[in-house]
C-alpha cells in the first residue's frame, strides 16, 4: 500500500455506526468531534481524583491524571503539527488533510489513561494480584473450567490500556452499543499492543513490541479484529500509537519530577547530580542549563518551582525536537508498524529519559507515596473480594433484598445496562468478573478509599 492510502485511511472517519447529525454550519474536522464527545463525559471527568503519582494529594498544584492526560493531548498535538509539515512535504497527505493528525493526537493523548484504576499502576497491580489468588483458589475448589485459559489471562493480566478500549468502544453507556462511536483511527490509536492476553504479554524480553503486553480483552476481540482489517495495520501498531506514546514519555518524565520537587521529597542538586550521572549526548547542554538555572535560584532567590519547570521546558523542546527527528530517520518502520522499540528510545535524546527515570525511583519511593499505594491497593483487592464473592451467589441479581442484591445495586446503572442488555459475550461466569471489575476500576481514589471503609464498616 502507497503511504499516501495508508494516511488517508488513518486520517479518515470511518465509525461503527454513522455518526449523529450535525448543524450545517459545523466546521470541525472528524477528530475535533470525538475530542467534543469526549471533553465533556463523566470518564473524563474521574480523571480529575485518579492517581498520576502522588496519590489523594490535596495540594492544587500537583498533577492528577486529568491534568497529565491535557498536558500530554497538548504535546502529542503540537507533535502532530511538526509532522504534517513533513509529510506534506513528502506528498504523503493533501493540503486537505492538513490539521487531522495534529487533531487526531489530541484526542489520544486526552484518552490513552482513561481506562486506568485507581492509584494508576499499583491499582493494575492489586487487580491483578487478586485474580491470580481467586483462580488459585477456584482450582482447588474444582471451579476452574468455569472460565478458559484466555479468559482467566485477561484478569490476571488487567491493563488500564485495555481498558481504555473497552470504555471507549462499549461501556460508556450513551444509548447503543458502540459507546463513544469514536472514529476507528481515535480507537486504534490506543491499542500499544495489538494481541491477546495469551498471544502478548511477553514482557521487555520480547522481540515485538505488539507482545509485550495485550491491547484488547476477548469480549472486545470483534472491535479489535474490525479496526485492523479497516485500518489495515497487520496486527502491528498504528503509526498514531508511536506518536501518542513519545508524547506520554515526553510529558510524565519531567512533570514528575517537577511535582516532586514542590512537594519536597527531591530538590534540584539532586536533579543535576542524576542527570550528570547518566548523560551522554546532552550532556554539556543539559549540565549548563541546570547550572544557569542554579545561580539564578541563588542570586536572585526564584521559587524552586519556578527554576524546575524552566528546567522542564528545556529538556521536553530537546526531547520534542529528537522525537520528530526520529520519526523522519525510522519513517518506514513506523508507517509500518514495524518499530520495535520506542521513538524516545532510538532518538538522541535517550539519554534525557533516562536520567529522568532514575529520579522517578528517587520520588516513587517517597513513605507518604508508598503509604497511600498500600492503602490504596488494599481498598481494590478488597473491594473486588466483597464483590466477586457476592457473585457467586444466584442473588446477585437486581431483584430481592438479600446482601448480595444490594451489592449489585450498588454497581453504577450504566455497567449493569451494558451487561444486562449490550454485552453479548457467551461466557456468563467472565462477564459477571468483567462487571465488578468494571465498577471498581472505573472508580475514582477517593470513592475507592471511601466505599471500602463503608462496606467494612470501619466508617458509616
Avoid: C
Amino acid at each position: 500500500m502507497k503511504y499516501k492510502d495508508k494516511w488517508q485511511l488513518l486520517l479518515g472517519e470511518m465509525r461503527f455506526r454513522e455518526k449523529s447529525p450535525t448543524i450545517p454550519s459545523d466546521g470541525r474536522n472528524p477528530f475535533e468531534n470525538d475530542y467534543g464527545r469526549l471533553i465533556s463525559s463523566a470518564p473524563i471527568r474521574r480523571l480529575q481524583d485518579k492517581t498520576q503519582v502522588f496519590p489523594l494529594e490535596k495540594s492544587d498544584f500537583i498533577r492528577t491524571r486529568l491534568t497529565h492526560s491535557l498536558e500530554v493531548s497538548y504535546i502529542a498535538s503540537s507533535i502532530g503539527q511538526s509532522i504534517e509539515k513533513i509529510l506534506l512535504d513528502k506528498k504523503d497527505i493533501t493540503i486537505n488533510e492538513k490539521g487531522l493528525l495534529s487533531s487526531l493526537l489530541r484526542v489520544s493523548g486526552l484518552i490513552h489513561d482513561l481506562g486506568n484504576p485507581p492509584f494508576g499502576h499499583f491499582g493494575e497491580e492489586a487487580v491483578q494480584k487478586f485474580f491470580i489468588d481467586y483462580f488459585i483458589k477456584k482450582e482447588k475448589e474444582g471451579k476452574g473450567h468455569l472460565l478458559n485459559e484466555l479468559e482467566k489471562s485477561d484478569f490476571r493480566n488487567f491493563d488500564g490500556n485495555v481498558q481504555t478500549l473497552r470504555i471507549l468502544s462499549k461501556l460508556y453507556y450513551f444509548g447503543d452499543e458502540f459507546g463513544y462511536n469514536l472514529t476507528y483511527s481515535s480507537l486504534s490509536s490506543i491499542i500499544k499492543y495489538p494481541s491477546n492476553s495469551v498471544e502478548g504479554n511477553k514482557g521487555k524480553s520480547s522481540s515485538e513490541i505488539a507482545k509485550k503486553k495485550f491491547g484488547y480483552f476477548v469480549t472486545e476481540r470483534e472491535t479489535y479484529n474490525e479496526l485492523n482489517k479497516h485500518l489495515k495495520t497487520n496486527n502491528r501498531r498504528s503509526p498514531i500509537v508511536y506518536l501518542l506514546e513519545a508524547a506520554d514519555d515526553i510529558a510524565y518524565s519531567a512533570a514528575d519530577i517537577e511535582d516532586g520537587i514542590k512537594l519536597g521529597i527531591i530538590n534540584i542538586f539532586d536533579v543535576r547530580d542524576i542527570f550528570l550521572k547518566n548523560l551522554t549526548v546532552n550532556k554539556d547542554s543539559v549540565i549548563a542549563k541546570i547550572d544557569e538555572l542554579i545561580k539564578l535560584y541563588s542570586e536572585k532567590n526564584l521559587n524552586k518551582s519556578i527554576i524546575i519547570q524552566k528546567f522542564r521546558i528545556h529538556t521536553q523542546r530537546i526531547m520534542i525536537e529528537e522525537i520528530i527527528n526520529s520519526f523522519v530517520d525510522k519513517y518506514d518502520e513506523i508507517i509500518n508498524g514495524e518499530l520495535e522499540e520506542e521513538i524516545i528510545d532510538i532518538s538522541k535524546a535517550a539519554d534525557i529519559r533516562k536520567a529522568y527515570k532514575r529520579l522517578q525511583y528517587k520520588v516513587f519511593d517517597d513513605k507518604n507515596i508508598v503509604k497511600k499505594e498500600i492503602a490504596g491497593w488494599e481498598a481494590i483487592y478488597g473491594l473486588l473480594k466483597i464483590f466477586t464473592k457476592a457473585s457467586e451467589s444466584p442473588d446477585f441479581k437486581p431483584e430481592g433484598n438479600t446482601y448480595e442484591s444490594r451489592l449489585y445495586k450498588m454497581i453504577s446503572l450504566s455497567h449493569r445496562i451494558v451487561f444486562e442488555e449490550v454485552e453479548s459475550y457467551e461466557n456468563e461466569e467472565y462477564k459477571k468478573l468483567q462487571l465488578i471489575v468494571d465498577f471498581i476500576t472505573g472508580m475514582t481514589d477517593s470513592y475507592a478509599i471511601n466505599l471500602y471503609q463503608e462496606l467494612k464498616g470501619i466508617k458509616l
